[in-house]
């Protein structure tokens, strides 16, 4: 069996090597054939630390420098947080991969208080997503919600400085990182329903390069490649990307069912859909739902976001 060298791109961030080191494991599994190096590349937000993430004005804002080195050629394929890829990825490249997917929930990370529920009037909350921002608000309206920036460590000491009296993270991010530790509440999906594709990894590769494509296959979890699809539909159907407090999450069990929520930007109204369908097409099972919760409500919430 000869040798097969591909060369990994990636954000620098302490995470993303981590999520790297992931992929090449699972290759050692799947495909022991297969050497990878890795090639680290700084992206827009990683540049842009003192803005929200919402603020900056270019698409794929973590994806879009690692999947040119992809293109050009530099190198074999890229690992995302599959949260971060843009609905429309560039033209030339297609998912390749979608691993088993880590635990999707949103976590509260506190040293003073032991949940959202036991924070007092005016605790202030660090994060950098509407969604999050608006689910904090539907719940408690009397909480400060401020920006964030930085990875996990980073997010986590300036809540252990006193900037923030707890921070929300993704409960995922937090595990691969060996940090559960640090978790003082998991939040439900019903409260804090997930962003689309929250706690997945796509592996993003040229479409031409056939060999590519087809190792890189052979890590790929056929639930969460079922999940993804769905949720990547819904969102696509519905508009908006990282600017929209809408969270989808699909499970997979003899089926598919899908809850979404969507918030008005203060947090102000709520609006909740659920679904279950089957398997067989999941983009179709995630583009209906979006058309019918639009049609329930949904979209009355979204040309709020418009005005």
């Known amino acids: 069996m000869s040798e097969l060298k591909l060369i990994a791109a990636t954000r620098g961030s302490p995470l993303a090597l981590i999520q790297v080191d992931i992929i090449k494991e699972l290759l050692a599994e799947k495909a022991p054939e297969v050497q990878v190096e890795t090639l680290v590349i700084t992206t ?49 490249l297609v998912v390749a991969a979608v691993p088993e997917r880590a635990p999707p929930r949103d976590a509260l990370v506190s040293i003073k208080y032991k949940s ?46 006193g900037e923030y009296d707890a921070v929300i993270l993704a409960e995922s991010g937090i595990i691969r990182m060996g940090k ?18 929250q706690g997945a990894l796509a592996i993003v590769a040229r479409a ?24 990547r539909a819904f969102m696509t159907t519905v508009g908006g990307g990282c600017k929209t407090p809408v969270g989808v999450i699909v499970t997979v069990n003899e089926g598919l069912k899908l809850l979404a ?33 639009l049609d329930l409500g949904g979209a009355k919430l979204i040309e709020r976001w418009q005005e």
């Open 208 to 231: 031409d390069n056939k060999e590519a494509v087809e190792t890189l296959g052979k890590i790929t979890d056929s639930d969460a490649w079922t999940a993804t699809l769905a949720e």
């Open 116 to 161: 959202l529920a036991d924070l007092p009037l005016g605790a202030v909350i660090g994060s950098a997503s509407p969604r999050r921002k608006a689910q904090v608000l539907f719940k408690r309206g009397d909480l400060d919600i401020q920006l964030i920036r930085g990875n996990v460590d980073t997010r986590i000491q300036k809540m252990r400085d």
């Open 44 to 92: 827009s937000g990683d540049k842009f630390r003192d803005r929200a993430i919402s603020a900056i004005n270019e698409k794929g804002v973590f994806t879009k420098a690692v999947d040119e080195v992809v293109l050009s050629g530099e190198a074999t394929f890229a690992v995302h947080s599959m949260k971060d890829l843009p609905m429309e990825i560039p033209e030339g």
């Open 180 to 197: 559960e530790d640090v978790i003082t509440e998991l939040l439900t999906l019903e409260d804090f329903t997930p962003s689309a594709c």
């Open 261 to 293: 929520s969507v918030l008005s930007p203060d947090g102000s109204v709520r609006f909740q859909y659920t679904k279950k369908g089957g398997i067989d097409d999941p983009e179709g099972f995630g583009h209906k739902a979006a058309l019918d919760m």
